[in-house]
């Protein structure tokens, strides 16, 4: 019987998870399809118990805005979903009460995986911009690296100021130094010692870094860039840090990591890297259906 898996969440049409994991399947000769689910707050509980109940029901992601909602939902959860308080992965695990699925966090364990590929910035002053769900996983990433991998303090940057105060506690509550100040009150340069930059907010574009003047003096100690956001090609923060001879990682590196790390908790197999970063970078995006 061929296994169905699904990303929850809305919107979902411009996402690269199906066309990501349905090369993964096709690659492994699995008898498995991925394909994106249109899905309102109002309805995801219902909607996401009707497709577990499904005998073909391989496993799912859930994306904005039920990540939050999805941990009441799962019958256990990682430390990772714990810790983030989200969940952007449902495993099916049978010896498990209904709905029989697990909680799982790979956004946590591929920033936490891309973080220990740079050991430059351990030890170091860690930035993140943006203080939503995606910041609160770089968080838990953060707070959690392995022996040698810790950072020294960690600065929250955020449009608003109340989520990142919020965030700042989280961070300190899990034995991190952690600070929050405004976006567009804090240009990099003015800070020092920072040995990585993680940008969880959806600015892409040269107009959306304009008004903060944030990307002034970016080079300076050269910190790794990671940049949540993705598009196309390398976003303005990337290239503005590739130019200043900071090591970058882009978006759709991290997308291939959460869901590579998806991939194996769903089938038991290694997932095929190269046929997902060759899927996700050469595609723009795929139909959804609705419920
Ligand atoms: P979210 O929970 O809605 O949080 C959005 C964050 O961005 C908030 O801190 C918000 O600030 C800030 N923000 C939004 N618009 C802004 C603007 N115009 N100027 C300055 N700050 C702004 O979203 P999320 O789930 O954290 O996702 C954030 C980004 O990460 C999205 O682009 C998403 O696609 C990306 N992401 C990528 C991956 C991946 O695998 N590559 C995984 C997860 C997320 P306020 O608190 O002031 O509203």
């Known amino acids: 019987m061929p296994r169905h898996y699904y990303l929850f969440g809305r919107p979902v049409s411009a996402s690269l998870s199906p066309v990501m994991h349905n090369a993964a399947f096709r690659a492994l000769g699995l008898d498995a399809d991925y394909a994106a689910v249109e899905i309102t707050p109002e309805d995801f509980l219902g ?3 009707a497709f577990i109940a499904r005998d073909d029901f391989g496993g799912a992601n859930v994306t904005i805005p039920h990540k939050q909602a999805a941990v009441a939902f799962c019958a256990r959860l990682s430390p990772e979903a714990t810790a983030a308080g989200a969940v952007n992965t449902l495993v099916v695990d049978s010896s498990l009460p209904s709905p029989c699925v697990r909680g799982e966090n790979t956004d946590v364990t591929a920033i936490r995986a891309i973080l220990g590929d740079h050991p430059s910035a ?3 002053t860690a930035v993140l911009l943006g203080a939503g769900g995606a910041a609160a996983a770089c968080v838990v990433a953060m707070a959690t690296m392995p022996a040698g991998g810790a950072f020294a303090k960690l600065v929250i940057l955020n449009r608003t100021a109340a989520p990142a105060e919020s965030l700042a506690v989280k961070a300190r509550r899990m034995g991190l130094p952690a600070e929050a100040a405004l976006l567009d009150r804090a240009p990099i340069g ?8 993680i940008n969880a907010t959806p600015l ?3 107009d959306d870094w304009a008004p903060a003047g944030f990307l002034d003096a970016l080079g300076h100690g050269r910190p790794v860039v990671i940049d949540m ?9 990337l290239k503005t840090a590739a130019a200043a001879g900071c090591p970058v990682v882009d978006g759709r590196e ?3 990591a959460q869901g590579a790390a998806s991939f194996a908790l769903w089938t038991g197999r290694a997932a095929p890297l190269a046929v997902m970063r060759k899927a996700v970078y050469n595609e723009r995006s795929q139909p959804c259906f609705a419920t």
Do not use: D, H, S
Not at 190 to 197: D, I, K, Q, S, Y
Not at 229 to 237: D, I, K, N, Q, S
């Open 47 to 49: 909607a996401a118990a």
């Open 122 to 124: 351990a030890g170091r």
């Open 204 to 206: 892409r574009t040269a």
């Open 254 to 256: 991290v997308l291939v």
């Open 190 to 197: 003015r800070l020092t010692g920072v040995g990585a930059v």
């Open 229 to 237: 956001a993705y598009g196309r090609g390398p976003t303005v923060l």
